[in-house]
C-alpha cells in the first residue's frame, strides 16, 4: 500500500476499510523516508485478491509516529548535565513549623 499520510505507522498497526472493518496488520514498511509504502498481513479470511489498486485502506491515527522520529536529532549538550533545579540546603526531615522550641 502506498502511504498518503505523512507520519509512519506502528508496526503490527490495525489497518481497516472505510467501514471500520480491521483487514489485517501492518506487516513491512518499505521504501524512503518521504516515499514510502507498507505491506499488510492479511487477518484470517481476507485476501488480497479481495482488493484491486487504488483501493484506500485506513490506520488508527493513534497507531501513528511522527516522522521526526526517524531523522536524526541535534546532539544533547552535556555542559550543564547534573545541575538542575536542586533542593537546596537544609530542610531535610523538617515538617511543617516544627522544631522552633516552644515559642513563648
Known amino acids: 500500500c ?11 498497526g490495525r489497518v481497516f476499510l472505510k467501514d471500520k472493518e480491521q483487514i489485517g496488520q501492518v506487516d513491512e514498511i518499505i521504501g524512503l523516508i518521504h516515499d514510502f509504502m507498507f505491506s499488510v ?3 484470517d479470511g481476507k485476501k488480497a485478491s ?6 484506500k ?6 497507531q501513528l509516529l511522527p516522522l521526526g522520529r526517524f531523522l ?7 555542559s550543564g548535565k547534573g545541575k538542575g533545579k536542586g533542593k537546596g540546603k ?12 516552644k515559642g513563648k
Request: hydrophobic share 20%.
Open 50 to 55: 479481495d482488493f484491486k489498486e487504488g483501493d
Open 72 to 78: 536524526p536529532q541535534p546532539p544533547i549538550s552535556k
Open 57 to 62: 485502506v485506513y490506520i488508527d491515527p493513534q
Open 2 to 12: 502506498k502511504c498518503t499520510n505523512e507520519k509512519i505507522p506502528y508496526f503490527n
Open 90 to 101: 537544609g530542610d531535610k526531615g523538617k515538617g511543617k513549623g516544627k522544631g522552633k522550641g
Open 41 to 43: 498481513a492479511m487477518k
